[in-house]
């Protein structure tokens, strides 16, 4: 048996293949193609929406797939082993919007947004991180005001008027819905559906990353952006532990994406190993191109299984509060994971590795932002030690 089906049982690995054969049929062959060019298929939503993995875990009236979140993680781990480019248009636009609306929207939101988002014939993108405020989402400036209404003209009316900036921020040029949080007065900061058509809205491509360079990646503005009451996701003060939640859950996608990438860097690895041949023998016959092997192997194992604890903390009923901990430690660990067996595979391709002719370089150049976005691991460490001790380190 697969040790990748290890705790699956048949529908789990039946969405496993099926996302298997699609990347290694319409990802893999083009994956280096899409990181020269910058973008990645553009018909590909519609493709993930065709094929339901869009609307995992959704609720089927509103177009959604009945699936677990074990089922999740396996498909998005396979995702992250084709392209993390891909894998991130489904845990942004499902992870951290579809499923908050799912969780804390409206029935008329549900209603707009869900079926399309489901289907990828609409996407949605995560406004939390500011061009000053990544870590610190606590202090974030961008702000929302209630616009002049009422009988007389004065006084507090049902609309929001909205002004700042986001940065870094992924699915945002090609997103129909922002879902942004925005200080609202003392209220705290509260969260808004914003379509991206909205008058004041801009959305500018961020162009010449490090790795990633497929995505979708934008700054957004919102120069007195006006939207209704009936925008406002969840009560008035609530976004930021909307926020928090959907992170949680965030981190989960960002886990097992990570796992399928080193796994994608390792399968590489590996098939280079047992072809190349250095003095007379193929270099996976050299003690030491073993270990580097070996070392990915063990360490990719366990990213998997902490990935999978977490997806079942989920599936078992518990709150993104409940297993925000455990969310942190797969995060964290997966990333690491991720930067160190991408590092290994351009190290077992030698000088090979550094041309993007193979696929070494992108696993790596790709890795590495795993351990910045949805919390750093500098801050996934701050939660775990937090939780350890019961002592806020930045208190």
């Known amino acids: 048996?697969?040790?990748r089906d290890f705790g699956l049982h048949e529908e789990q690995r039946d969405f496993r293949a099926l996302a298997r054969d699609f990347v290694d049929r319409e990802v893999v062959?083009?994956?280096?193609?899409?990181?020269?060019?910058?973008?990645?298929?553009?018909?590909?939503?519609r493709r993930l929406g065709e094929l339901g993995f869009l609307g995992l875990t959704l609720p089927e009236a509103y177009g959604g797939v009945p699936a677990d979140m074990l089922s999740y993680t396996a498909v998005t781990e396979e995702l992250g082993r084709g392209d993390s480019s891909v894998r991130g248009i489904v845990s942004v636009s499902l992870g951290l919007v579809a499923k908050t609306i799912a969780a804390h929207g409206s029935e008329e939101q549900k209603q707009e947004w869900l079926p399309r988002l489901a289907a990828g014939t609409a996407l949605g993108c995560f406004g939390l991180t500011e061009p000053e405020t990544g870590s610190d989402a606590g202090s974030l400036r961008t702000r929302a005001r209630r616009a002049p209404g009422g009988p007389d003209g004065t006084g507090p009316g049902g609309d929001w008027i909205i002004d700042g900036a986001k940065m870094f921020i992924t699915?945002?040029?090609?997103?129909?819905?922002?879902?942004?949080?925005?200080?609202t007065a003392e209220d705290g900061i509260t969260a808004f559906l914003v379509p991206t058509d909205a008058p004041g809205f801009t959305a500018t491509a961020i162009h010449g990353k490090l790795g990633l360079r497929g995505q979708a990646t934008a700054e957004l503005s919102y120069e007195g952006v006006r939207v209704p009451d009936s925008a406002r996701l969840g009560g008035v003060g609530r976004g930021f532990g909307i926020?928090?939640?959907?992170?949680?859950r965030g981190r989960i996608s960002v886990a097992a994406g990570a796992v399928g990438l080193a796994q994608g860097a390792l399968d590489a690895a590996v098939g280079y190993a047992t072809e190349r041949e250095q003095f007379g023998r193929p270099i996976a016959a050299f003690q030491l191109v073993q270990e580097l092997l070996a070392e990915s192997e063990v360490a990719i194992r366990a990213a998997r299984l902490l990935t999978r604890q977490v997806a079942q903390l989920a599936d078992a009923g518990a709150t993104p509060k409940q297993y925000a901990t455990e969310a942190a430690v797969a995060k964290y660990h997966a990333s690491e994971t991720a930067v160190q067996v991408s590092g290994n595979c351009l190290q077992t391709f030698g000088g090979y590795g550094f041309i993007d002719e193979y696929p070494a370089g992108r696993y790596l150049r790709d890795a590495r932002v795993l351990t910045l976005y949805e919390g750093t691991s500098q801050v996934q460490k701050l939660l775990i030690g937090r939780a350890l001790t019961g002592i806020d380190a930045m208190a």
């Not at 699915?171 to 200080?183: E, I, K, P, Q």
């Open 1 to 3: 048996m697969d040790q």
């Open 243 to 248: 926020a928090l939640g959907a992170l949680s």
């Open 171 to 183: 699915n945002g040029t090609v997103a129909d819905v922002a879902l942004t949080f925005a200080r």
């Open 29 to 45: 062959p083009h994956a280096r193609e899409w990181d020269r060019a910058e973008a990645v298929d553009p018909g590909m939503p």
